[in-house]
T-cell receptor, first 113, second 114 residues
Protein backbone atom coordinates (compact mmCIF):
# COMPACT_ATOMS: atom_id res chain seq x y z
CA UNK A 1 0.00 0.00 0.00
CA UNK A 2 1.16 3.50 -0.75
CA UNK A 3 1.97 5.56 2.29
CA UNK A 4 0.47 8.89 3.22
CA UNK A 5 1.86 11.87 5.08
CA UNK A 6 -0.36 14.18 7.11
CA UNK A 7 0.33 16.99 9.58
CA UNK A 8 0.14 15.80 13.17
CA UNK A 9 -2.32 18.45 14.25
CA UNK A 10 -4.29 21.43 13.00
CA UNK A 11 -6.58 24.06 14.46
CA UNK A 12 -9.54 25.76 12.82
CA UNK A 13 -12.06 28.32 14.01
CA UNK A 14 -15.69 27.29 14.23
CA UNK A 15 -17.64 28.27 11.13
CA UNK A 16 -14.56 28.47 8.92
CA UNK A 17 -13.48 25.96 6.31
CA UNK A 18 -11.06 23.31 7.54
CA UNK A 19 -8.56 22.21 4.88
CA UNK A 20 -6.68 19.02 5.72
CA UNK A 21 -3.76 18.14 3.43
CA UNK A 22 -2.42 14.70 2.61
CA UNK A 23 0.61 13.69 0.56
CA UNK A 24 0.61 10.34 -1.24
CA UNK A 25 3.42 10.70 -3.75
CA UNK A 26 3.78 6.93 -4.36
CA UNK A 27 0.12 6.32 -5.19
CA UNK A 28 -0.46 4.00 -8.13
CA UNK A 29 -3.03 4.28 -10.87
CA UNK A 30 -5.68 2.00 -9.39
CA UNK A 31 -5.47 3.24 -5.82
CA UNK A 32 -8.18 5.35 -4.26
CA UNK A 33 -7.79 8.07 -1.65
CA UNK A 34 -10.08 7.49 1.34
CA UNK A 35 -10.75 9.76 4.28
CA UNK A 36 -12.03 8.60 7.66
CA UNK A 37 -12.29 10.38 10.97
CA UNK A 38 -12.37 9.15 14.54
CA UNK A 39 -14.03 11.16 17.23
CA UNK A 40 -12.65 10.44 20.67
CA UNK A 41 -13.52 6.95 21.97
CA UNK A 42 -15.67 6.12 18.94
CA UNK A 43 -15.12 3.94 15.90
CA UNK A 44 -13.77 5.51 12.70
CA UNK A 45 -16.35 7.09 10.41
CA UNK A 46 -16.12 7.07 6.63
CA UNK A 47 -16.12 10.56 5.11
CA UNK A 48 -15.38 10.42 1.40
CA UNK A 49 -13.17 8.79 -1.22
CA UNK A 50 -11.99 9.49 -4.76
CA UNK A 51 -9.79 8.25 -7.57
CA UNK A 52 -9.01 11.14 -9.91
CA UNK A 53 -11.85 13.61 -9.89
CA UNK A 54 -12.82 15.92 -7.10
CA UNK A 55 -15.67 14.60 -5.01
CA UNK A 56 -18.28 16.21 -2.78
CA UNK A 57 -20.88 14.80 -0.43
CA UNK A 58 -22.92 16.07 2.48
CA UNK A 59 -19.96 15.88 4.83
CA UNK A 60 -16.99 17.19 2.88
CA UNK A 61 -15.21 17.83 -0.40
CA UNK A 62 -12.13 16.02 -1.64
CA UNK A 63 -9.74 17.79 -3.94
CA UNK A 64 -7.15 15.57 -5.66
CA UNK A 65 -4.28 17.16 -7.57
CA UNK A 66 -3.92 16.35 -11.24
CA UNK A 67 -0.80 14.25 -10.64
CA UNK A 68 -2.67 12.52 -7.77
CA UNK A 69 0.31 12.92 -5.45
CA UNK A 70 -1.63 14.90 -2.90
CA UNK A 71 -5.16 15.71 -1.83
CA UNK A 72 -7.07 18.02 0.47
CA UNK A 73 -10.13 17.26 2.52
CA UNK A 74 -12.34 20.30 2.99
CA UNK A 75 -14.93 20.66 5.73
CA UNK A 76 -16.73 23.78 4.46
CA UNK A 77 -18.19 25.08 7.73
CA UNK A 78 -16.47 23.39 10.63
CA UNK A 79 -18.37 22.86 13.87
CA UNK A 80 -17.18 21.81 17.30
CA UNK A 81 -18.43 18.29 16.54
CA UNK A 82 -15.87 18.03 13.74
CA UNK A 83 -13.05 17.86 16.31
CA UNK A 84 -11.50 14.45 15.61
CA UNK A 85 -8.51 12.61 14.20
CA UNK A 86 -8.70 12.56 10.39
CA UNK A 87 -7.08 9.71 8.48
CA UNK A 88 -6.05 9.84 4.84
CA UNK A 89 -5.69 6.31 3.44
CA UNK A 90 -4.61 5.07 0.03
CA UNK A 91 -6.20 1.80 -0.92
CA UNK A 92 -6.30 -0.48 -3.95
CA UNK A 93 -9.51 -1.51 -5.64
CA UNK A 94 -8.99 -5.23 -6.06
CA UNK A 95 -6.77 -8.22 -5.50
CA UNK A 96 -5.14 -9.67 -2.43
CA UNK A 97 -4.97 -7.23 0.42
CA UNK A 98 -7.11 -4.64 -1.30
CA UNK A 99 -9.58 -4.76 1.53
CA UNK A 100 -7.00 -3.44 3.96
CA UNK A 101 -7.43 -0.03 5.46
CA UNK A 102 -3.98 0.88 6.72
CA UNK A 103 -4.39 3.65 9.25
CA UNK A 104 -1.52 6.00 10.03
CA UNK A 105 -1.37 8.52 12.84
CA UNK A 106 -3.73 10.95 11.09
CA UNK A 107 -4.25 14.65 11.73
CA UNK A 108 -5.75 15.72 15.02
CA UNK A 109 -8.11 18.56 14.05
CA UNK A 110 -9.33 20.84 16.81
CA UNK A 111 -12.20 23.20 16.09
CA UNK A 112 -12.07 26.23 18.37
CA UNK A 113 -15.09 28.33 19.40
CA UNK B 1 -25.52 4.91 14.48
CA UNK B 2 -23.61 3.07 11.76
CA UNK B 3 -25.57 -0.19 11.70
CA UNK B 4 -22.74 -2.05 13.41
CA UNK B 5 -23.14 -2.86 17.09
CA UNK B 6 -20.61 -4.24 19.52
CA UNK B 7 -21.05 -5.76 22.95
CA UNK B 8 -19.91 -5.31 25.58
CA UNK B 9 -18.76 -1.70 25.30
CA UNK B 10 -16.36 -2.14 28.21
CA UNK B 11 -14.72 -5.30 29.55
CA UNK B 12 -12.27 -5.92 32.35
CA UNK B 13 -10.78 -9.39 32.52
CA UNK B 14 -8.00 -11.20 34.30
CA UNK B 15 -5.24 -12.99 32.46
CA UNK B 16 -6.75 -16.40 33.21
CA UNK B 17 -10.29 -15.51 32.12
CA UNK B 18 -12.06 -16.47 28.92
CA UNK B 19 -14.36 -13.90 27.38
CA UNK B 20 -15.91 -13.14 24.01
CA UNK B 21 -16.56 -9.94 22.11
CA UNK B 22 -19.58 -9.78 19.85
CA UNK B 23 -20.23 -7.77 16.73
CA UNK B 24 -23.43 -7.60 14.72
CA UNK B 25 -24.12 -5.69 11.53
CA UNK B 26 -27.57 -4.81 10.20
CA UNK B 27 -26.41 -3.59 6.78
CA UNK B 28 -26.61 -6.76 4.73
CA UNK B 29 -22.85 -6.77 4.25
CA UNK B 30 -20.79 -9.85 3.50
CA UNK B 31 -17.38 -8.85 4.84
CA UNK B 32 -16.54 -8.26 8.49
CA UNK B 33 -13.33 -7.15 10.18
CA UNK B 34 -11.66 -7.00 13.58
CA UNK B 35 -9.25 -4.16 14.33
CA UNK B 36 -7.19 -3.38 17.41
CA UNK B 37 -6.36 0.14 18.56
CA UNK B 38 -3.81 0.38 21.34
CA UNK B 39 -3.06 3.61 23.12
CA UNK B 40 -1.12 6.02 20.91
CA UNK B 41 -0.83 3.49 18.07
CA UNK B 42 -2.63 3.35 14.74
CA UNK B 43 -5.49 0.95 14.16
CA UNK B 44 -4.22 -2.51 13.28
CA UNK B 45 -6.20 -4.95 11.16
CA UNK B 46 -6.50 -8.34 12.87
CA UNK B 47 -8.89 -10.52 10.87
CA UNK B 48 -11.06 -10.35 7.75
CA UNK B 49 -14.03 -12.55 6.94
CA UNK B 50 -15.86 -12.63 3.63
CA UNK B 51 -19.01 -14.73 3.27
CA UNK B 52 -18.15 -16.38 6.62
CA UNK B 53 -14.71 -17.48 5.40
CA UNK B 54 -11.55 -16.04 6.93
CA UNK B 55 -9.56 -14.28 4.23
CA UNK B 56 -6.99 -12.51 6.36
CA UNK B 57 -5.16 -13.22 9.61
CA UNK B 58 -2.66 -10.48 10.25
CA UNK B 59 -0.27 -12.62 12.32
CA UNK B 60 -2.53 -12.42 15.34
CA UNK B 61 -1.56 -14.52 18.42
CA UNK B 62 -3.65 -17.62 18.96
CA UNK B 63 -5.02 -16.28 22.25
CA UNK B 64 -7.36 -14.31 19.97
CA UNK B 65 -9.77 -16.65 18.20
CA UNK B 66 -12.32 -15.24 15.75
CA UNK B 67 -15.59 -16.87 14.78
CA UNK B 68 -18.01 -15.89 12.04
CA UNK B 69 -21.14 -18.08 12.11
CA UNK B 70 -22.90 -16.00 9.46
CA UNK B 71 -22.39 -12.79 7.53
CA UNK B 72 -24.14 -10.70 10.18
CA UNK B 73 -22.25 -11.85 13.27
CA UNK B 74 -18.60 -11.85 14.24
CA UNK B 75 -17.08 -12.94 17.53
CA UNK B 76 -13.63 -12.58 19.03
CA UNK B 77 -12.92 -15.20 21.68
CA UNK B 78 -10.28 -14.21 24.20
CA UNK B 79 -8.26 -16.45 26.51
CA UNK B 80 -5.09 -16.10 28.58
CA UNK B 81 -4.59 -12.53 27.48
CA UNK B 82 -1.72 -10.29 28.56
CA UNK B 83 -1.92 -6.76 29.96
CA UNK B 84 -0.49 -5.43 26.68
CA UNK B 85 -3.64 -6.73 24.96
CA UNK B 86 -5.59 -3.95 26.63
CA UNK B 87 -6.96 -1.84 23.80
CA UNK B 88 -10.03 -0.71 21.92
CA UNK B 89 -11.27 -3.54 19.70
CA UNK B 90 -13.23 -2.37 16.70
CA UNK B 91 -15.46 -4.33 14.37
CA UNK B 92 -16.28 -3.17 10.86
CA UNK B 93 -18.26 -4.41 7.87
CA UNK B 94 -18.45 -3.72 4.16
CA UNK B 95 -20.41 -5.12 1.21
CA UNK B 96 -17.47 -7.39 0.36
CA UNK B 97 -13.72 -7.49 0.89
CA UNK B 98 -12.57 -6.37 -2.54
CA UNK B 99 -11.63 -2.90 -1.36
CA UNK B 100 -14.09 -0.96 -3.52
CA UNK B 101 -16.35 -0.09 -0.63
CA UNK B 102 -16.03 1.91 2.54
CA UNK B 103 -16.08 0.11 5.85
CA UNK B 104 -18.59 0.87 8.57
CA UNK B 105 -17.26 0.67 12.09
CA UNK B 106 -18.91 -0.18 15.36
CA UNK B 107 -18.31 1.84 18.54
CA UNK B 108 -15.71 -0.61 19.83
CA UNK B 109 -15.14 -2.62 23.00
CA UNK B 110 -12.71 -1.09 25.48
CA UNK B 111 -10.81 -4.07 26.92
CA UNK B 112 -8.68 -3.91 30.03
CA UNK B 113 -6.61 -6.95 31.00
CA UNK B 114 -5.53 -7.00 34.64
Amino acid sequence: DAKTTQPTSMDCAEGRAANLPCNHSTISGNEYVYWYRQIHSQGPQYIIHGLKNNETNEMASLIITEDRKSSTLILPHATLRDTAVYYCIVRGSGGQGAQKLVFGQGTRLTINP
Amino acid sequence: ETGVTQTPRHLVMGMTNKKSLKCEQHLGHNAMYWYKQSAKKPLELMFVYNFKEQTENNSVPSRFSPECPNSSHLFLHLHTLQPEDSALYLCASSPDDRGEYEQYFGPGTRLTVT
